[in-house]
């Protein structure tokens, strides 16, 4: 008992969505990465994520194989990040990380943050080196955090991080956080904290389809990035409207002068410029304004991030004592 309590407790969650035939292969590296760390002890925490397929009776094989492995099943399909919450509050561990069954991000990685945990870091992301993805989306990917470097987090890394290990306080902190409009990479770098990187390079996904592919979540989690940490948008409104009052002023002195001297001018040429250029901000306002509008209605609904449908292999109660655990012990 004295040997267990002086050991340390590292808590993986892993969100899993549609995942049968990536998990056998992700749960057998992840356990030989787990198996290099010295003095840690570890448990797995698959966050079922509303999967369709085969999923669950792969995972509740796993639990029966290894005490280590615990189940948390959503009710519904809520997201990855979404399910990093409630991983959080049911974890026990002294560090919490988390990373995708999909072999995209290596488990392999995660001896390195844990290391780094070690050295003093409270938040350690382990960044991109190169991505394995379509051109099309790398150039997308890149432009998005030069933006995001520029207007709200100077360091982000151009190739992106979503990969992470936070110190127990830390992580609690994050799931406290109340925000529904979430861009978590933002809220665990607005937190502060001694924070260090760990660079690799992402794999392919060597099995089905990646749930991030389609281009409309792509483009949520990076509107959700840059009107949640950044009031830019709405700068660039008044910036507009100054500069359109200013060609109005200017527009309307050329076309008093011409009257003056007499030069011909159309009636319907003020008149089409002035609608078109007005009609044109005033859109560009609304549809801004109206982005601001529809997150503050959804922090006031309140509507949960997640629900818990089943809880298989933790002890009672939302969060037990280490010692009421199962945990994998390492050799």
Not at 134 to 156: M, Q
Not at 207 to 213: L, P
Not at 234 to 246: N, Q, V
Request: charged share 25%; hydrophobic share 45%.
């Amino acid at each position: 008992m004295t040997e267990a309590r002086e050991r340390r407790l590292l808590s993986v969650l892993v969100p899993v969505y549609n995942e049968a035939e990536n998990l056998p292969p992700f749960y057998e590296r992840l356990c030989r990465a787990l198996r290099t760390l010295e003095g840690w002890d570890w448990e797995i925490i698959f966050v079922d994520d509303g999967s369709q397929d085969e999923s669950l009776p792969i995972l509740r094989t796993l639990h029966e194989r290894d005490p280590a492995v615990k189940i948390l099943r959503l009710s519904r399909n809520f997201g990855a990040w979404n399910t990093v919450i409630p991983g959080i509050l049911s974890a026990s561990g002294d560090a919490v990380t988390w990373l995708s069954a999909d072999l995209q991000d290596p488990p392999e990685v995660i001896p390195q943050l844990a290391r780094k945990w070690e050295e003093g870091a409270e938040v350690v992301w382990a960044v991109r080196q190169q991505r394995n993805d379509p051109w099309l989306r790398r150039v997308l990917a890149t432009l998005f955090y030069r933006v995001l470097r520029r207007i709200a987090f100077p360091g982000y890394p151009l190739q992106g991080m979503d990969v992470c290990l936070l110190d127990s306080k830390v992580a609690r902190l994050f799931a406290g956080l109340k925000e529904r409009t979430r861009f978590s990479q933002g809220l665990i770098l607005n937190l502060g904290f001694a924070q260090a990187t760990v660079p690799y390079v992402r794999e392919r996904r060597r099995h089905g389809r990646s749930k991030w592919g389609r281009f409309s979540r792509l483009t949520t989690l990076a509107v959700d990035a840059i009107i949640g940490f950044s009031a830019l948008p709405l700068r660039l409104i008044l910036s507009w409207g100054l500069l359109a009052t200013t060609g109005a002023v200017v527009l309307g002195g050329v076309l008093l002068g011409r009257i003056a001297l007499h030069q011909a001018v159309a009636p319907w040429q003020p008149i089409a410029l002035a609608v078109l250029f007005l009609s044109g901000i005033n859109a560009f306002a609304v549809g801004v304004l109206g982005e601001y509008l529809w997150r503050v209605t959804q922090e006031v609904r309140e509507r949960p991030l997640y629900v818990v449908r089943e809880r298989i292999g933790f002890a009672s109660g939302e969060v037990a004592e280490r010692r009421d655990r199962q945990v994998y012990r390492s050799r």
